[in-house]
T-cell receptor
Framework: AAGVIQSPRHLIKEKRETATLKCYPI?????VYWYQQGPGQDPQFLISFYEKMQSDKGSIPDRFSAQQFSDYHSELNMSSLELGDSALYFC???????????FGEGSRLTVL | AQSVTQLGSHVSVSEGALVLLRCNYSSSVPPYLFWYVQYPNQGLQLLLK??????LVKGINGFEAEFKKSETSFHLTKPSAHMSDAAEYFCAVWGGGSNYKLTFGKGTLLTVNP
């Protein structure tokens, strides 16, 4: 069965650079969620989209933005990167905000 | 607001022993509860979920959990631990109402000793 696809899987950036993470949800899923997991931490909710509109917003820094496109894929844009942004970024998708989230393998961002 | 408390950041058991990972939740609405497992450098895999109905839910890899409303608990158990069970386990609660997000506990690292 098709799963949530995230790209890139690994990304290395310098401080103050920008990065873009992409997420392709399971076919027919209309809701996408972004989570950030720091080393040894639990996943923290950043933001979600339902039917291409922002649904909920969590602890997402102002330097970050995200959107969901017409084909339901989503992109997380991160600017002015800081060392503390180094983390594993998960995308998850669900059908109609049902509560059953399917997670991708994550994108590991390292900021040097 | 919904929240989850996992008791014990690290649990160590012997192979073949009972696994018990504790989770208590706080929710203003009837909760949807989940357990996820994360192996090193991997994503989050759903073990099991409780939404409505039967309070004892069975998941993959021999795990099960029981929803106890009176105790606001959703503890994860497995009768006999296997070496391959060593991983990080996260309990999570779904927002519900107009709060459409999953909130995770801090996680419990399970170590299985031979």
């Amino acid at each position: 069965a098709a799963g949530v696809i995230q790209s890139p899987r690994h990304l290395i950036k310098e401080k103050r650079e920008t990065a873009t993470l992409k997420c392709y949800p399971i076919p027919r899923h209309d809701t996408v969620y972004w989570y950030q997991q720091g080393p040894g931490q639990d996943p923290q909710f950043l933001i979600s989209f339902y039917e291409k509109m922002q649904s909920d917003k969590g602890s997402i820094p102002d330097r970050f933005s995200a959107q969901q496109f017409s084909d339901y894929h989503s992109e997380l844009n991160m600017s002015s990167l800081e060392l503390g942004d180094s983390a594993l970024y998960f995308c998850a998708s669900s059908l109609e905000r049902s509560g059953e989230l399917f997670f991708g393998e994550g994108s590991r961002l390292t900021v040097l | 607001a919904q929240s989850v408390t996992q008791l014990g950041s690290h649990v160590s058991v012997s192979e073949g022993a009972l696994v018990l990972l504790r989770c208590n939740y706080s929710s203003s609405v009837p909760p949807y509860l989940f357990w996820y497992v994360q192996y090193p450098n991997q994503g989050l895999q759903l073990l099991l979920k409780y939404t409505t109905g039967a309070t004892l839910v069975k998941g993959i890899n021999g795990f099960e959990a029981e929803f106890k409303k009176s105790e606001t608990s959703f503890h994860l158990t497995k009768p006999s631990a296997h070496m391959s069970d060593a991983a990080e386990y996260f309990c999570a609660v779904w927002g519900g109402g107009s709060n459409y997000k999953l909130t995770f506990g801090k996680g419990t690292l399970l170590t299985v000793n031979p």
